[in-house]
């Protein structure tokens, strides 16, 4: 009897492999390829700075803020966009977001002061709001749980990865300074915002809403991933069921799950703000504390992002395998505030960017096993909705992050106030993820 347990126990962990390994390469490498368009288009402005400021005399308070502005429109679409992704499915609604910023991206060429700058920056964010929740919801509803912290941490080494190629990319189109008529800053806009939309059409062709729908998946497959995740559907139903929504305790349990989801944003927040607050004003950083020239300066700001895209694969991979969320969010938050305040009092390049190098690996290091936190207590509507709440309040660290370092900055000339003030938010952070009483994810 043991053995033949044994047999089926085998057989199980070979089909979740197969299943597993399918879904991975049908689906994460295009998901990728769509975020990297996605973060390059909501962090080029910050390469943009170093011409579009002084033409367009920008304050460092005016550009933090009108990069931070972003937020504000994410913030305040965010659930009711991914309301709009339950209601019409993923397919249509990722399609569609992805024409709709790529046009907005590349109406920045016609930027010429203040108001538009702001108006601009706070219509990419209400458009782009859906998609990083919506994906994050779309995987849920494709991959098992144990496999799901490696699989966000793949899916989001996409961000640092826009960097590799974004910093680059972008320094070298700002050297079509007064190509054509128009300004650097205008090319970079034009030709990062294009992609958006040709890979919006594609994606309504090769996007599937459901497994079920799924004809490229073996009929056994499906039909074990069906299985598996209705059975993860009903466990996280148990324990919040008919039977406990008239029970006295249900009340205790709406409470706890509100706390959970509040929690989870502020550790959320914490880590944007550094996300953002650093890549937003990295090539400025850069260009403080050397002589190079653009395309230098995007060379030099990928470094931490090849850091970072490999630092997260192995940390979520890690907390796969054993299962543990709360530590591999909390360390690498840790880490990154101690290599903040080496990065705000340091006058080398070599050393800051060593420096932040460490901030930014820590920071996305977190990502997966933070994102699977919130996936192992939701499920249905409440994920979309819970996804949804804890991604905007959390994002508000993205307009907090990039303002605060540009308000610093205006009034001391130097970056030391603001790299200290994200450094302590993410710290808080990972005390806060410490603290998260989130269940451990069995098989």
Known sequence: MKERRGQDGMEANAMETAVVRRLSWRLVPFLFLLYIVAYLDRINVGFAALQMQQQLRL???????????????YFLFQVPSNLMLQR???????????MVWGVISASMVFV???????????LLGAAEAGFFP?????????????????????FMTAAPLSGVVGGPLSGALLGLHQKAGLAGWQWMFLMEGIPAVLLGGVALTYLVDRPELADWLPSAERDWLLMTLQREREDIAGNSGPAARVAPSSVVRIVTLAVKILMLSLVY??????????????????????????????????????????????????SDRSGERRWHTALPAFAGALALMVAAHSTSVV?????????????????????????????????????????????LGGFVGPWVIGLVRTSTGQFTGGL????????????????????????
Do not use: C
């Open 420 to 443: 200290l003030l994200v450094g302590a938010a993410l710290g808080a952070s990972g005390a806060i993820a410490a603290m998260a009483k989130v269940e451990k994810e069995r098989s």
């Open 59 to 73: 304050t460092d308070a005016v550009y933090g803020f009108g990069a931070g502005l972003f937020f504000a429109g």
């Open 112 to 122: 010429r002061g203040v108001h538009s700058f702001y108006t601009l920056r706070f």
């Open 351 to 395: 050393i800051s960017v060593v420096a932040i190098s460490v901030a930014v690996l820590g920071v996305f290091s977190m990502m997966g096993p933070f994102w699977s936190m919130p996936t192992s207590f939701l499920s249905g509507t409440a994920a979309a909705v819970g996804i949804a709440v804890i991604n905007s309040l959390g994002n």
């Open 269 to 318: 927040f914490g880590l944007n703000t550094v996300s953002y607050g650093v890549s937003l004003w990295l090539p400025k950083l850069i260009q403080s504390l050397s002589a190079l020239r653009y395309f230098g300066i995007g060379l030099v700001s990928a470094i931490p992002n090849v850091a970072a895209a490999i630092a997260m694969v192995l940390v979520g991979l890690h």
């Open 134 to 154: 919506g994906v994050i919801f779309y995987l849920k509803s494709w991959f098992p749980a144990q496999a799901r912290a490696r699989t966000v941490a793949r």
């Open 88 to 98: 019409v499915g993923a397919r249509r609604w990722i399609a569609a977001l992805m």
